[in-house]
């Protein structure tokens, strides 16, 4: 009997609306090039230290339930925030990790995931190299944050950015209805610790039908109370409501985050814990004091990156085609490496799967270029605008049962 | 030349998916029944005291219009929040906005809105009888709080409760993908200061594929700190991931409000501002200390009465629908009454209109029945999950333009 040639996939890090759809791409691809089994690590590595996995053809039986799967968000099997250690200050971990893969016949190990996650996939085939063993490791990138370096764009990107300009235009005409004889304040707070990707896509709403924030601010420019505060200031001389995007990550000129500057005393409840308070509704507070009027805080906070329901079909799409390349890369002997989105062109758009050395990206950081952020850093440019604007265009209907978006979940009665 | 017979649409209140779409019901309606010209106050009556109004066929020029004004959230025409004097404090602001019917040849007046709007119906219905003039005044239900009296639900409702059941399976399964090895309680806040509907719709989460959220407080029942506590750690000895819902408007036995609970010190910032928190992020703060877990607070903000990219199909209908009826009353000769919707059966679900003297609707609160909550009033019962779910079924799909929805927007330059 020949030796089988099993594939293993795990997802990590945090949701995102299309991470199921690489998944997807991986098991399809994976089927099709003739692997015995594909399993599904259960919470990624940590997970599958605990030998926590499932045969993933005892959890998709028909086409429907691919379809099913593209439009369910976050880790399909189980996320983890989990950080290999260096292979020399732990040894005994890898070898219980290879162990469990040959157990299991596992010739290629796919790693769905940002940053942590291919630092995840370059420790383990350095391992393998190392240690001379055969297993092929690839990663797939995915990430709301579209922070990881190399790649045009991460998948779970344009989903997000879809959803945060749909919900801003809304936003904005919620505003714009509410303000007659007198003046609103909104601040939006968006994702993002150090990059600006996200935040920047609210100017998406910027369209035809819609005027758009009226300021955008971004973790990567240093945030001046003062300056912003002015801004504010000659904007509500000109308009009733004022809508305003905010990185979650803005900082001051001197590192501090500015959803600090609101719980920096030892104030404490009533029950004697301290308050922590978001950047938008520390910057509501404040500016409700200083301009005189209605100020509220909007923060979008998980909703924008499980919000499946408004995913971008460029983005499943394109999810589902790095998971399909990643099987191919292994296939034909490629390992340590991670997929990447390469854009042929802008318009039309046309984009195509690369891949680099996994040494090359992880732990890197791709932050919003100074030039794609206006001078005095409160807009993004056209040029920023144009980039995004491919990666949310179309739908995948949402598989509505009852009213609701229907998921596909795991079956843990039948995992084998 | 015969006498013109006008008749004017004015929207008020706190704005909804689906308040659009009435307007469009009393647009259509109008003009089918041959009134001369439809008038639109902008920014409900208090705009209409400073004669602003447009003609509504500057704006609405074909059925693809009217299919976008369909699916434009909040107040097109703008909203107010005004509250007419008593007729007998102040006839002055009566001789004015009767000055300014009589001048646009209004026939009908109608007025989309809550409790506060139909308290305006009254009021100048009253007026029209005390001083023997001519016009009809209908008003038309519109609250996503669901708390109007004498109409089974109300416009709006509907599709505010299916972003939130959609919204809570995704928050849901964002936070099963990050629990293993590890504790993490959600709590979501969603709107309605006294009545609890919108809260209560969370419970629609729970489907084959979903166990919906752990636990559901309305503000209709004291909060007890201690017994909620209790239930939260007793659940943390069950799962992993502890989904709570909560009312904004949850009080404790004295009175006070959750929300009030972290405020209540003279504390303030750096910029000498007291801050304020929401009750999602107060609980969150105070379950992080006793619990020691992770928590986070999702608030679902004005996302939940905008998002009509979400909208619910049988929302949007019936929103249209008694935008006609009010048109089809006037018409007839009613005044002073309201619209409602009459649920003729469950299954199939059958709804038609009604109408109601509106001094017994106006100012009146409609509060979720205690036996549709359950004993320990940690949830809400099936009786109430069968009320709502008929409300969500179905939807129009945005008309997406770029990768974003599309909306209708004022030509404020061509508005008469």
Redesign the interface.
């Known amino acids: 009997m020949a030796k089988k040639r099993n594939i293993i996939v795990g997802?990590s890090g945090?949701?995102t609306s299309v991470i199921n759809s690489s998944l997807a791409g991986v098991y399809k691809n994976a089927i099709e090039r003739g692997f015995d089994k594909v399993y599904g690590m259960?919470?990624g590595v940590?997970?599958l230290l605990d030998e926590q996995y499932v045969d993933l053809s005892t959890q998709i039986h028909s086409e429907l339930d691919i379809e099913l799967l593209k439009r369910?968000?976050?880790?399909f099997l189980?996320?983890?925030?989990y950080k290999l250690p260096e292979i020399h200050e732990d040894r005994d971990i890898y070898e219980k990790l290879f162990g469990i893969l040959n157990k299991l016949s596992i010739d290629t190990f796919i790693y769905i995931g940002g940053n942590d996650s291919m630092d995840t996939i370059k420790k383990l085939s350095d391992y393998a190299i190392l240690t001379g063993q055969k297993q092929k490791f690839i990663g797939v990138p995915k990430t709301i944050d579209n922070d990881l370096a190399l790649t045009d764009h991460t998948p779970g990107f344009g989903s997000a950015a879809?959803y945060i300009?749909?919900?801003t235009?809304?936003?904005i005409?919620?505003?714009?209805?509410?303000t007659?004889?007198k003046k609103m304040i909104?601040i939006m707070e968006i994702m993002g610790r150090n990059a600006g990707w996200l935040t920047g896509a609210a100017a998406?709403?910027k369209?035809?039908?819609?005027e758009g924030p009226d300021l955008i601010y971004l973790p990567e420019i240093p945030f001046d109370v003062e300056k912003f505060l002015a801004k504010v200031k000659d904007l509500l001389t000109k308009k009733d409501s004022v809508v305003i995007a905010v990185s979650e990550g803005i900082k001051l000129a001197d590192g501090r985050y500015v959803c600090e500057?609101?719980s920096?005393?030892d104030?404490v409840?009533?029950?004697?814990?301290?308050?922590?308070?978001?950047t938008a509704?520390?910057l509501a507070?404040?500016l409700?004091?200083?301009c005189g009027c209605k100020t509220?805080?909007?923060?979008?906070?998980?909703?924008q990156?499980?919000?499946?329901?408004?995913a971008?079909r460029t983005d499943i799409d394109e999810a589902f085609m790095v998971g399909g390349a990643a099987v191919k890369a292994a296939d034909e002997g490629d390992t340590g490496k991670m997929v990447v989105i390469d854009r042929v062109s802008d318009d039309p758009y046309m984009a195509k799967t690369g891949i680099y050395d996994v040494h090359r990206i992880a732990n890197e950081e791709k932050l919003v270029p100074r030039n794609w952020m206006t001078r005095d850093g409160s807009y993004v440019t056209e040029d920023f605008i144009d980039y995004i604007?491919p990666l949310?265009?179309?739908?995948y209907?949402p598989i509505?049962?009852?009213?609701?978006?229907?998921?596909?979940?795991l079956n843990m009665k039948k995992k084998r």
Chains 1, 2 share one sequence.
Not at 173 to 178: H, I, K, V, Y
Not at 392 to 395: F, R, V, Y
């Open positions: 997802q945090g949701p259960l919470h940590q997970g369910t968000p976050s880790a189980g996320s983890c925030r879809k300009g749909a919900s235009k809304e936003v005409r919620d505003a714009e209805g509410l007659y004889k909104t998406l709403a369209t035809e039908d819609c500057l609101g920096s005393s104030y409840d009533n029950f004697g814990h301290k308050q922590l308070q978001g509704a520390y507070n404040f409700a004091g200083e509220r805080a909007v923060e979008f906070s998980t909703l990156r499980s919000a499946s329901h408004m971008s604007k949310i265009q179309g739908d209907q509505m049962v009852n009213g609701l978006p229907r998921h596909l979940v």
